[in-house]
Each structure stands twice: as C-alpha cells, then as structure tokens.
C-alpha cells in the first residue's frame, strides 16, 4: 500500500472522527437545552408559588391581605404595599423571562387585579416597572 493511499485512508477516519464529534456537540447541546428548560419552568415555578407561601406561613399577613385597604394601619398598608411590589415584581421576571406569553397563566394573574385595592396599588407603583410589563399587565391583566 502506498503512502498516498494511507493518507487518503486516514484522512476519511478524520473526517468521520469530526463528523462523529460534531453529532455528539449537537445531542449534548440539545440535552443541555432540555435541562436548561426543565430548570427555568422549576424556577418560573418557585417564583410562581413563593409569595403565595409566605402568605400561607404568616397569618399576620394573611389578616392584612384579607382586609380593605381602607381599615388597614398606616403600617399594614406599607406591608401590604411592599407585598404587592414583590408579587408584582415577580411576575414582571416570569414575563420578561418567557419567550411564549401564551404560556404564562394569565387568567390566574388577572384575577389579581379584580381587586380594587391591588388596581389602587398598581396605578401607584406601576413606574417603577419596565415598560414592555407595564403594557402587558395593563392591556392582558387589566383589560384596558
């Protein structure tokens, strides 16, 4: 066997050996996506459902998020307030994050805003969101 005949016989080796480590990038990419997803939708997750705990897990809270605005404490409504901000907060992330609203529970975050003093609350703080959430929540939540 002749010396060029080697060289074209480990040069189709080569290039089966980078193809073969091109498709093997490819699968473990795609499995870096896949876990990647599964990771963003366990946080979207825990995001969805932390504010909730901490009204489930404090019954002083739970009281102030149960009563009107109105006959709250000068105190009570800054605790309320800052809820609502940090509830609020993490839906602007969950939204800014996703790259299919139509995924989002929108029904279910819409429902917060047929309470008055959430409405009250919103129309206060709502500057200190970015724009694109604000005229999400105010066109698909709010309904304006």
């Not at 073969?20 to 990419?29: C, H, K, Y």
């Amino acid at each position: 066997m002749s010396i060029e005949k080697t060289n074209q016989i480990m040069g189709v080796f080569a290039n089966v050996g980078v193809l073969l480590g091109i498709i093997f990038l490819a699968i473990e990419l795609q499995q870096n996506n896949a876990l990647m997803e599964t990771r963003a939708r366990a946080e979207f997750a825990d995001r969805a459902t932390s504010t909730m705990s901490l009204v489930a897990a404090n019954p002083q809270l739970a009281e102030i998020m149960a009563r009107p605005l109105a006959e709250l404490s000068a105190g009570e409504q800054l605790q309320r307030r800052y809820f609502f901000l940090r509830f609020m907060k993490n839906l602007e992330f969950l939204f800014l994050e996703s790259n299919d609203i139509s995924e989002l529970p929108i029904v279910g975050w819409s429902v917060t805003f047929q309470d008055s003093d959430n409405l009250q609350l919103w129309e206060v703080d709502k500057q200190s969101f970015k724009q694109r959430f604000v005229e999400f929540v105010e066109t698909e939540l709010i309904g304006r």
